[in-house]
């Protein structure tokens, strides 16, 4: 993806990260007839047994993009965090407006799970995001038909990273005395997301007023 260099965010273990706790991505293959094909899913980050990360995921069997993943086919993992529109009355001179966000974008190739490793993403996908619940369930708490009968209508997938490219768009071309006035206008538009990029943005620049 196209990236100026004063918002490339190229810290490895920070982009990493970014997907973990971004995981909700797009995936993009291209179709038979060279027509892009997209699906919106959870893509976890893990690592393979040498220790090399890698993505898992799947589609459900009715998706044909599913299809279109295997024998090492490319594909790109679009991985989407907090974003927001910047005013130029935000500025204290002219300036067009724009808009602030974080990204990080995979090419890779993929491959099929087996059923076993299909069954152990899938509890471990579970466990991640039953975490944090009241009342969690696990596959575990599923009789051993329910489960056979779910997996059937799913396909899951690997995918290699072989490239990755992060755009941590912040304003980070601004001084301080406007910097800081993106922020505080951003925490007055009682928007959640611009709520979540001030934090982002006073994170990233310590130095400034918070």
């Known amino acids: ?7 490339q965010e190229t810290d490895r273990p920070t982009l990493l990260q970014f997907v973990r ?10 179709g038979y007839d060279g027509i892009p094909v997209a699906t919106h899913l959870p893509i976890e980050l893990l690592a393979d047994t ?8 799947h589609l459900a069997k009715a998706n044909p993009q599913w299809k279109l993943l295997g024998q090492n086919r490319p594909a790109l993992a679009v991985f989407s965090g907090p974003h927001s529109y910047i005013s130029s009355s935000w500025y204290d001179h002219v300036n067009v407006p724009t808009w602030n ?3 990080v974008q995979i090419t890779g190739r993929t491959t099929m799970l087996t059923d076993g490793e299909t069954l152990d993403f899938l509890r471990q996908q579970v466990d991640r995001y039953e975490a944090h619940s009241a009342h969690p369930v696990s596959v575990e708490s599923m009789t051993v038909d329910y489960v056979r009968k779910q997996m059937s209508g799913v396909v899951a997938f690997r995918m290699t990273i072989d490239t990755m490219q992060g755009a941590a768009k912040l304003s980070q071309n601004r001084d301080d ?3 800081q006035s993106i922020i505080a206008e951003l925490r007055q538009t009682g928007n959640a997301d611009a709520e979540k990029m001030a934090n982002v943005m006073a994170t990233r ?4 007023d918070k």
Request: hydrophobic share 40%; proline share 6%; net charge neutral.
């Open 1 to 7: 993806m196209y990236i100026p260099h004063a918002f």
């Open 21 to 30: 706790d971004n995981s909700f991505a797009l995936l993009v293959t291209t």
């Open 50 to 57: 040498d220790g090399q990360f890698q993505l898992v995921g």
């Open 101 to 103: 966000y974080l990204s």
């Open 177 to 179: 005395k406007n910097y």
């Open 205 to 208: 620049r310590p130095t400034i």
